[in-house]
């Protein structure tokens, strides 16, 4: 019985010593690059009233929600997503504000995943939205902040895969498929399933125009020479809109210096309803799953009555951590530390040397040595536990190791 109380629930972990060490360097990290770009703190409550994520903003299933009571009967959740959370805030607080107001974030989110996805249900999350600027500047500013971000944790081998919402809309407008069947169009290719798209599509009374796009999707990935190509292929005013949008994003990106961590997908499906133009999401090798994702919501905040064109994006801090690890890239966390450890008789003495090296910004753990270890055994203790520096405070002299 006692042996179960260790153990965790499925998809929560704990986090501990050096990796949680290194998962606050990332996070310390990220937060001084968002702030270098002008971005305010901001911090919403871990649960919030259910409404604000419901189907209507497009969040998180309801299912996939942790929910619970209050005791006046009203539904919270745990929340399942930061973007609507933040969208109620600013909502409520700069109403009347109508210049752009820009908020960056760090907290846990919750989502039930089913448990054979093989998902974690509680992860870390650190981004940034920029409120009221519906302009490409806007798209550019907030892709280039998240490769910023990756970039000073160390990571340099990544793409950010760009596509736009209103590419897929005007592929639906011109298929004419009924709702049943773009939702079943939008999960097989969320899921890349291009076989199950070309058969659905065969089957549907899809103009041949149409079905031939719907067939190369696959190949519209890569650099932005699969603009023209989408161009090339077939248009309407959505679809030509949402390429003009990707073309000027390209334009200033490449004015930041960042066009070689940039790929477009246009057969990029948003995972939030929510979103409305311009989606992101940043993949690396050593993980299948995304490490960062974003776009734009320009009618999120008019259901919480603001009208207010934003867009934003938010880095998986477990997924990084994780990527890092797997491909051997060091995090450069602080491995000054100091243990002093002294005799009865030599605790003055101790304990005044810890609050020097305190003041001197060295983290020191200060401890009377028990009769029943011998220095080796403090000696592995500060390998085990990433001490450099051992001081033994005894008898006349001060022994020191450092590691």
């Known amino acids: 019985m006692k042996k179960n109380l260790l153990h965790t629930p499925e998809g929560v972990r704990d986090i501990y010593n050096e990796e949680c060490a290194k998962k606050l360097y990332l996070q310390n990290t990220i937060h001084e690059t968002l702030k270098s770009y002008g971005y305010a703190d901001i911090q919403t409550p871990t649960f919030e009233f259910f409404d604000i994520f419901t189907s209507e903003r497009g969040s998180v299933a309801s299912n996939n929600m942790y929910k619970f009571f209050d005791r006046e009967g009203y539904t919270l959740v745990l929340r399942p997503d930061m973007t609507p959370a933040v969208a109620r805030a600013v909502s409520k607080y700069y109403m009347e504000e109508h210049m752009p107001v820009r908020f960056c974030y760090m907290g846990n989110t919750f989502v039930n995943h089913a448990e054979h996805q093989g998902k974690l249900k509680e992860i870390t999350q650190i981004g940034a939205e920029l409120i009221a600027d519906n302009k490409s500047d806007a798209d550019a500013e907030v892709i280039a902040m ?52 070309e058969e659905l599509i065969t089957s549907s009374n899809v103009p041949m125009e149409v079905q031939e796009i719907f067939n190369k999707l696959p190949e519209l990935t890569g650099t932005v020479e699969v603009i023209s190509k989408a161009r090339s292929l077939f248009t309407n005013d959505l679809i030509n809109n949402a390429l003009d949008r990707m073309e000027k994003l390209y334009e200033l990106l490449s004015i930041y210096g960042f066009e070689k961590y940039i790929s477009f997908d246009l057969g990029i499906i948003a995972n939030f309803d929510y979103y409305s133009g311009i989606i992101f999401h940043g993949y690396t090798y050593g993980t299948g799953n995304p490490i960062a994702k974003g776009g734009r919501y320009d009618n999120l905040l008019s259901q919480f009555g603001k009208d207010a064109p934003s867009i934003g994006f938010a880095i998986d801090l477990d997924q990084l951590l994780i990527v890092l690890n797997r491909q051997k890239i060091d995090i450069k966390i602080d491995r000054m530390k100091t243990l002093i450890i002294y005799d009865e008789d030599k605790k003055a003495e101790a304990i005044n040397k810890a609050i020097l090296q305190r003041d001197r910004g060295i983290p020191t753990v200060s401890m009377r040595k028990s009769e029943k270890q011998s220095l080796n055994e403090y000696e592995q203790y500060c390998i085990d536990y990433g001490f450099d520096t051992l001081f033994y405070i005894t008898g006349d002299e001060i022994i020191r190791k450092e590691f």
């Open 146 to 197: 998240t490769i910023d971000s990756l970039l000073k944790c160390g990571l340099d081998e990544f793409q950010i895969e760009i596509g736009h919402v209103d590419y897929f809309h005007g592929l639906m407008e011109a298929a004419g498929l009924d709702e049943d069947a773009v939702n079943e169009l939008m999960t097989l290719l969320s899921n890349k399933n291009f076989f199950g798209v």
